[in-house]
Nanobody
Framework: QVQLGESGGGLVQAGGSLRLSCAAS????????MGWFRQAPGKEREFVIA????????YSADSVKGRFTISRDNAKNTVYLQMNNLKLEDTAVYYC????????????????WGQGTQVTVSS
């Protein structure tokens, strides 16, 4: 069965950095888009960023452009989210998402979800 293991979340001061990892097992996802959503308390789930299967292109929400970078290592079946210059509004539970095709902003066609990892940005 497919399992997604997320790691790297934690508490960081505003302006700091974190790197999240999502390692998939059970099958290879080299042909799938992999990405991240987040959900803050009282807020709707929000698409953050994703990367194509080959790693050839990425796409992201405007709110994280210039600060977040996504990458993947298909040999490790893993996607990474490098978060720099974190802001208070980045505080959320971050969910890894895997989808055969381009990931839509609603996430309704996501094939696999991670369990979520908490990112808390403090002042």
């Amino acid at each position: 069965q497919v399992q997604l293991g997320e790691s790297g979340g934690g508490l960081v001061q505003a302006g700091g950095s974190l790197r999240l990892s999502c390692a998939a097992s059970g099958r290879t996802f080299s042909s799938y888009h992999m990405g991240w959503f987040r959900q803050a308390p009282g807020k709707e789930r929000e698409f953050v960023i994703a990367i194509s299967g080959s790693g050839g292109y990425t796409y992201s929400a405007d709110s994280v452009k210039g600060r977040f970078t996504i990458s993947r290592d298909n040999a490790k079946n893993t996607v990474y989210l490098q978060m720099n210059n974190l802001k208070l509004e980045d505080t959320a539970v971050y969910y890894c998402a895997i989808q055969r095709l381009r990931i839509g902003i609603r996430g309704e066609a996501v094939d696999y979800w991670g369990q979520g990892t908490q990112v808390t940005v403090s002042s």
